[in-house]
């Protein structure tokens, strides 16, 4: 059984930069793809960015690209998500999220049937 716990959410204005991280049990992302999604207010839960098991492959949504970084951590078993020039439309619940057996962008395109998730952090960005 893996288990997520996400940190780092928090308020920002628009343009500031926050990073999320999220810890995992054991060796995790050396062997499972790693990803974060989000869930605004009254919207459907939707994909932000994935790094590949192998640390090879990311993915983004278009809609972070280029103001987002995943990465991670293996000797801490953490996975990253960097993010800067933060808009209101980022205002979401952030969910970590582990899959065994795809690449970032097949993550990237799952709608249901991820391994294991973590329970959330809140991003809030004013204008």
């Given at each position: 059984?893996?288990?997520?716990?996400?940190?780092?959410?928090?308020?920002?204005?628009?343009?500031?930069?926050?990073?999320?991280?999220?810890?995992?049990?054991?060796?995790?992302?050396?062997?499972?793809?790693?990803?974060?999604?989000?869930?605004?207010?009254?919207?459907?839960?939707?994909?932000?960015?994935?790094?590949?098991?192998?640390?090879?492959?990311?993915?983004?949504?278009?809609?972070?690209?280029?103001?987002?970084?995943?990465?991670?951590?293996?000797?801490?078993?953490?996975?990253?998500?960097?993010?800067?020039?933060?808009?209101?439309e980022d205002t979401a619940?952030?969910?970590?999220?582990?899959?065994?057996?795809?690449?970032?962008?097949?993550?990237?395109?799952?709608?249901?049937g991820i391994d294991y998730?973590?329970?959330?952090?809140?991003?809030?960005?004013?204008?």
């Open positions: 059984q893996v288990q997520l716990v996400e940190s780092g959410g928090g308020s920002v204005q628009a343009g500031g930069s926050l990073t999320l991280s999220c810890a995992a049990s054991g060796r995790t992302f050396s062997t499972y793809t790693g990803g974060w999604f989000r869930q605004a207010p009254g919207k459907e839960r939707e994909f932000v960015a994935a790094l590949s098991w192998s640390g090879e492959d990311t993915y983004y949504a278009d809609s972070v690209k280029g103001r987002v970084t995943i990465t991670r951590n293996l000797a801490k078993n953490t996975l990253f998500l960097l993010m800067s020039k933060l808009k209101p619940v952030y969910y970590c999220a582990a899959h065994r057996g795809a690449t970032a962008q097949a993550m990237g395109l799952m709608k249901d998730w973590g329970k959330g952090t809140l991003v809030t960005v004013s204008s």
